[in-house]
């Protein structure tokens, strides 16, 4: 099995479901890299970069350098250590309360409070502080994501792949103790699964949603026509060969079991056979001529009668008295008989 992550988007909207969950273990932040107008080496010698990050929490009444972003390259990591303790401009004033930087006021911030390291960061479009609590960032949503739903599809039984993760660019959770559920109605698909992420507080009652898509591609070998079928073909072991196919482009596919089957229409050559391009081979076929039986309470009577229908066992069927060619519904009882009550 290899899971692989191609591409995401971040997006949240509110929405309800229920159903089974799975809690999330808080992730590391990852800062957000984007261009910026000042190179790293405005200092000579200086290797390492300040990225900060789109979304940070700050645990007192000042925000730390340490809070909202973090070093890359060859700092040390004592130099760091009393780096990232440096105290910046205060903090949202209530805890859960947050602040938003846009890139340009944030800039201004950085060389008003850090005039020293402001050249050498990378700044996001926008910085959200909340006072408190902690953050959840979107790459690790991503990976738990893709985790719980890879978990969920291993009763599909084949290879599987989950690509194009969408998730909330960053998640703040109001307390340190709050969790984070997943959230799915029904079993995992392939093809496009709708989840959501629940915040729950430590008592578990649930605080916020949000919206997560996730596609599962799942490849196995899947029945095809080893040769053109025709409408009402016989479907026999040697019109089918298996072929390694997604099916999450192919939700009806047929498993190859059961039968005996015929096509209810046109299946062209290496083409998937789906299931409801089947039907089971009927008992008695339409033209076939099988004796009606009329059982009355103390009568039983015989004719000769012509099928008008395909039917199996048990189902009632048209039948035309080849004598007085009366039609007459009848049930059938086996492959030469049909019965009124």
């Given at each position: 099995?290899?899971?692989?992550?191609?591409?995401?988007?971040?997006?949240?909207?509110?929405?309800?479901?229920?159903?089974?969950?799975?809690?999330?273990?808080?992730?590391?932040?990852?800062?957000?890299?984007?261009?910026?107008?000042?190179?790293?080496?405005?200092?000579?010698?200086?290797?390492?970069?300040?990225?900060?990050?789109?979304?940070?929490?700050?645990?007192?009444?000042?925000?730390?350098?340490?809070?909202?972003?973090?070093?890359?390259?060859?700092?040390?990591?004592?130099?760091?250590?009393?780096?990232?303790?440096?105290?910046?401009w205060p903090a949202p004033e209530k805890p859960g309360h947050q602040t938003a930087l846009s890139r340009e006021r944030l800039a201004a911030m950085l060389k008003h409070h850090l005039p020293d390291y402001?050249?050498?960061?990378?700044?996001?479009?926008?910085?959200?502080?909340?006072?408190?609590?902690?953050?959840?960032?979107?790459?690790?949503?991503?990976?738990?994501?893709?985790?719980?739903?890879?978990?969920?599809?291993?009763?599909?039984?084949?290879?599987?792949?989950?690509?194009?993760?969408?998730?909330?660019?960053?998640?703040?959770?109001?307390?340190?103790?709050?969790?984070?559920?997943?959230?799915?109605?029904?079993?995992?698909?392939?093809?496009?699964?709708?989840?959501?992420?629940?915040?729950?507080?430590?008592?578990?009652?649930?605080?916020?949603?949000?919206?997560?898509?996730?596609?599962?591609?799942?490849?196995?070998?899947?029945?095809?026509?080893?040769?053109?079928?025709?409408?009402?073909?016989?479907?026999?072991?040697?019109?089918?060969?298996?072929?390694?196919?997604?099916?999450?482009?192919?939700?009806?596919?047929?498993?190859?079991?059961?039968?005996?089957?015929?096509?209810?229409?046109?299946?062209?050559?290496?083409?998937?056979?789906?299931?409801?391009?089947?039907?089971?081979?009927?008992?008695?076929?339409?033209?076939?001529?099988?004796?009606?039986?009329?059982?009355?309470?103390?009568?039983?009577?015989?004719?000769?009668?012509?099928?008008?229908?395909?039917?199996?066992?048990?189902?009632?069927?048209?039948?035309?008295?080849?004598?007085?060619?009366?039609?007459?519904?009848?049930?059938?009882?086996?492959?030469?008989?049909?019965?009124?009550?």
């Open positions: 099995m290899r899971t692989q992550i191609t591409r995401h988007r971040r997006a949240a909207r509110p929405l309800r479901a229920r159903h089974s969950r799975l809690a999330l273990v808080p992730v590391s932040l990852v800062a957000v890299q984007l261009p910026s107008t000042t190179a790293a080496a405005a200092e000579p010698g200086r290797s390492w970069r300040l990225h900060v990050k789109s979304a940070a929490c700050a645990q007192g009444d000042k925000v730390l350098v340490g809070d909202i972003a973090e070093a890359r390259g060859g700092m040390s990591a004592e130099a760091w250590k009393e780096l990232s303790a440096r105290p910046l402001a050249g050498v960061c990378a700044l996001p479009n926008q910085l959200v502080v909340q006072r408190g609590g902690k953050v959840l960032d979107g790459d690790g949503l991503v990976k738990h994501t893709v985790a719980f739903l890879t978990e969920r599809a291993q009763e599909l039984r084949g290879e599987i792949d989950v690509t194009d993760i969408h998730v909330p660019e960053y998640i703040f959770l109001p307390n340190q103790r709050d969790t984070l559920d997943i959230l799915v109605s029904g079993a995992v698909k392939p093809g496009r699964n709708n989840l959501l992420l629940e915040v729950r507080d430590a008592s578990g009652k649930s605080q916020r949603r949000f919206a997560v898509t996730g596609f599962v591609n799942v490849w196995k070998p899947v029945a095809c026509a080893s040769r053109p079928l025709n409408r009402l073909e016989l479907v026999t072991p040697e019109h089918v060969t298996f072929i390694r196919k997604n099916l999450a482009y192919y939700p009806k596919a047929w498993d190859g079991t059961g039968g005996p089957w015929r096509a209810t229409r046109s299946v062209g050559g290496q083409q998937v056979i789906n299931q409801d391009g089947l039907e089971p081979v009927p008992v008695i076929a339409k033209g076939a001529k099988i004796d009606l039986v009329f059982e009355g309470q103390n009568l039983r009577l015989s004719a000769k009668v012509e099928a008008l229908d395909d039917a199996g066992v048990g189902q009632k069927i048209k039948v035309r008295n080849l004598q007085s060619k009366r039609i007459i519904l009848a049930i059938v009882q086996d492959a030469a008989t049909v019965v009124v009550r």
